[in-house]
């Protein structure tokens, strides 16, 4: 099992940015997909990126080009780097891990202001 810890939400104006990060618990080196996933209010949670062990990434539409995720092994932690925010962006943003079951951590709230 892991844990998870988000970190780096926060309130940016439109076009601003911010770097979320994820820090596990454990060595993710044998995770072989991890990612971050939003929620907005009112609205389902939804993918955002995912990162895979051998290096693949995969974006929302919605975020290509704006953001982009990266794993760090040696120091357990997963990053969402976010670029051009957009007031859609906002809501909150949840690390997940796959290992057996899902994992995800309690969120970090990202609000932009228009």
């Known amino acids: 099992q892991v844990q998870l810890v988000e970190s780096g939400g926060g309130l940016v104006q439109a076009g601003g940015s911010l770097r979320l990060s994820c820090a596990a618990s454990?060595?993710?080196?044998?995770?072989?997909?991890m990612g971050w996933y939003r929620q907005a209010p009112g609205k389902q949670r939804e993918p955002v990126a995912i990162?895979?062990?051998?290096?693949?990434?995969n974006y929302a539409d919605s975020v290509k080009g704006r953001f982009t995720i990266s794993r760090q092994n040696a120091n357990n932690t997963v990053y969402l780097q976010m670029n051009s925010l957009k007031p859609e962006d906002t809501g909150v943003y949840y690390c997940?891990?796959?290992?057996?079951?899902?994992?995800w951590g309690q969120g970090t709230q990202v609000t932009v202001s228009s």
């Open positions: 997940q891990a796959g290992l057996g079951r899902d994992y």
């Open positions: 454990r060595s993710i080196f044998s995770i072989n997909v």
């Open positions: 990162t895979t062990r051998g290096g693949i990434t």
